[in-house]
């Protein structure tokens, strides 16, 4: 699958008065004008509409209301609605084509933050944009995260940046995001491998932790009871547990063993301490049984998430099925092998209904997306239930001392007496206080070496989780060098490539030997050199911009969406004859493309000869005759 987005039509409104709306289409789209006819105004809207992060707006711009897009994807077609506004303004997603969202409601619409929320319970506008379009999603990077519009930076080269800077100029930037946005547009698991350098450093961080622990729990162990395991623990916990319930039945019976009478008072605060151990015993039971049920909720939720994994694999298998079987064409009906007659472009042969297969994609999208929060909240489900079993046993082990307190307070309160009956229950209650001390002794040695075992098959299991990602890392780390030398060499070649195609402006360029970028320094090289004329600077800022676009067009491991938007095609005071053999370059440069793309530059020194192609979207606009309607 190649990743790729493209915009269909964009529309912008100011309350229900259309200011703009025109269609564009993959290729090359040419919007032309007069300086100052508000060319760069609809770039800004289609950089803030894909959810780009920007509130610069020019006046004609501000009065506007809201901005619409279609957009085609990988995925599905997909329609996104945002008003003017603020940096951090939401975006309204329909999944269908912007004609169809025009009669919606809201209840149809998904209101998508800009931004991860904190709560991971939604989903972004780039999650949403990456997986539609078939872009991996991008992790945390310190704490920013690579989003749509961190990567629309290197995708929209607009007027205000300085030509001599790769990415779209921003005030508060780093060279960590600049590296990873760079890394994922060429297609290099960058992120992945310092990702995995993050986790390993915490799993190393964990072990030792776990390794001292453990080492502190085996110093509380006894060395020379014979209770070092828990079966010898659970024999004699057996065999105290006997002797308990055999000094409960004489003390229970201890009229048939003594004569005499026993005061009202002393029956009154026995049957009260006994109340009190069997109330100690039924919500002890009752948090045992609450544990057994919450163990098995979680095998259960724990199924459910395996259930939806393996449905959402099964949605992409069929989205794929959907897809091949669509190009299947039936001679015979399938039914009685009666031979079909001819149906009309876009109908089915056998039933003669309309096919729309952009519906269809959008529904298999909407159905994946629904399926991942699902997974999302059931992990989170999951996770609220561990704690809540780690609570329990803690509360558990509370109680357990508690019970057993009560009951060597319930032995000792009638420890000194003046009768035999007395003496009888007296001498009883001191084996039963002996028998339950000894119990909770043993119960914290099991609960020892339990957790001595536990520690120890965690630092196993930490062992070899560390092991097998020092693994991936040393097969990411080389095939990130790889993938690096491959997209960078092909980038180099096109880029020497376009750089001679230009007008003899600069020796530089008829014959260069090295073309190269780099995302961390925020920089073009030709031949190891960054300075060049300023409009000199702005052919090698485009060439920069096209040959990353060009080179996915014919490598499909690029994640480069394949949609780039060129604002500043001949700025700087460039020639117009300049101009136009670039606008030319550009147009055959697309025409050889491999894969679908979308190349979308404003101008206003229109080369005629691209006129009558069908390359412009909207007419000519003049100051008489802006983008923006009168409104």
Not at 1 to 9: D, E
Not at 246 to 260: F, N, R
Request: aromatic share 8%; with cysteine.
């Amino acid at each position: 699958m190649v990743s790729f987005l493209s915009l269909r039509r964009l529309r912008v409104t100011k309350g229900n008065t259309v200011a703009y709306d025109e269609k564009f289409h993959r290729g090359v789209n040419i919007i032309r004008g007069e300086n100052s006819s508000g060319k760069s105004t609809i770039s800004d809207f289609i950089f803030y509409g894909l959810g780009g992060e920007f509130d610069r707006w020019k006046d004609a711009a501000a009065r506007c209301s809201a901005v619409r897009l279609e957009i085609e994807t990988t995925s599905s077609v997909l329609t996104l609605h945002r008003a003017v506004g603020g940096k951090q303004e939401p975006i309204l997603l329909y999944y269908g084509t912007m004609e169809e969202s025009l009669s919606k409601g809201i209840d149809e619409w998904q209101r998508i933050p800009i931004r991860r929320p904190p709560s991971g319970k939604e989903l972004s506008i780039t999650q949403v944009v990456f997986s539609a379009a078939g872009i991996p999603e991008a992790p945390n990077f310190g704490n920013s995260n690579i989003t749509m519009h961190q990567v629309l930076r290197l995708l929209y080269s607009d007027q205000q940046t300085p030509a001599g800077k790769l990415f779209r100029f921003e005030n508060f930037d780093t060279r960590d995001i600049r590296e990873a946005v760079g890394q994922l547009v060429i297609g290099v698991n960058g992120y992945e491998l310092y990702e995995g350098q993050i986790l390993l450093r915490d799993l190393e961080s964990e072990y030792t932790g776990k390794d001292r622990l453990y080492k502190a729990a085996l110093l509380a162990l006894p060395q020379s009871e014979g209770l070092g395991s828990i079966g010898a623990l659970n024999i004699r916990v057996s065999e105290l547990e006997a002797k308990r319930n055999l000094i409960i039945e004489e003390i229970g019976k201890v009229d048939s063993y003594v004569g005499g009478e026993q005061s009202d008072k002393f029956l009154s605060d026995r049957r009260a301490m006994q109340t009190n151990l069997r109330k100690l015993a039924a919500s002890l039971q009752d948090k045992e049984h609450r544990l057994a049920d919450i163990t098995e909720e979680r095998k259960e939720i724990e199924q459910f998430v395996e259930f939806l994994e393996a449905q959402l694999a099964s949605i992409g298998s069929a989205d794929d099925i959907s897809e091949r079987l669509g190009s299947i064409e039936f001679q015979y009906c399938p039914a009685c092998l009666k031979e079909l007659s001819t149906s009309e472009a876009g109908h089915c042969i056998v039933c003669h209904e309309v096919i729309d297969e952009e519906k269809a994609r959008s529904k298999y999208f909407e159905i994946k997306i629904d399926t991942e929060l699902q997974i999302r909240e059931s992990s989170q489900l999951l996770k609220m239930k561990a704690a809540e079993s780690e609570g329990l046993q803690d509360d558990l082990r509370a109680l357990r001392r508690t019970y057993s307190e009560a009951v060597v307070e319930f032995s000792g309160r009638y420890d000194v007496t003046n009768s035999p009956r007395e003496s009888f229950l007296a001498e009883r209650n001191k084996l039963l206080g002996r028998i339950e001390r000894e119990l909770t002794y043993v119960e914290e040695l099991r609960a020892t070496i339990a957790r001595v075992d536990q520690l120890s098959q965690e630092r196993a299991n930490l062992n070899d989780e560390i092991e097998r990602l020092q693994a991936r890392l040393r097969r990411l780390e080389a095939s990130s060098t790889a993938r690096t030398r491959t997209a960078m060499d092909s980038i180099s070649v096109v880029g020497k490539r376009l750089l001679k195609e230009d007008l003899p402006r600069e020796d530089t360029f008829e014959n260069p030997e090295t073309f190269s970028l780099n995302f961390g320094d925020d920089a073009m090289l030709v031949d190891g050199k960054m300075n060049f004329s300023e409009s000199s600077n702005v052919i090698v800022k485009n060439t920069a911009i096209l040959s990353m676009i060009l080179s996915a067009c014919y490598d499909k491991e690029f994640w480069h969406p394949r949609f780039v938007l060129m604002d500043n095609i001949e700025d700087k005071g460039m020639e117009q004859i300049r101009s136009h053999n670039y606008q030319r370059l550009i147009v055959d440069e697309s025409a050889k493309a491999k894969y679908p793309h979308q190349i979308i530059f404003t101008t206003s020194m229109m080369n005629p000869e691209l006129e009558a192609k069908g390359l412009t979207v909207g007419p000519k606009y003049t100051r008489q005759n802006k983008t923006l309607a009168d409104i």
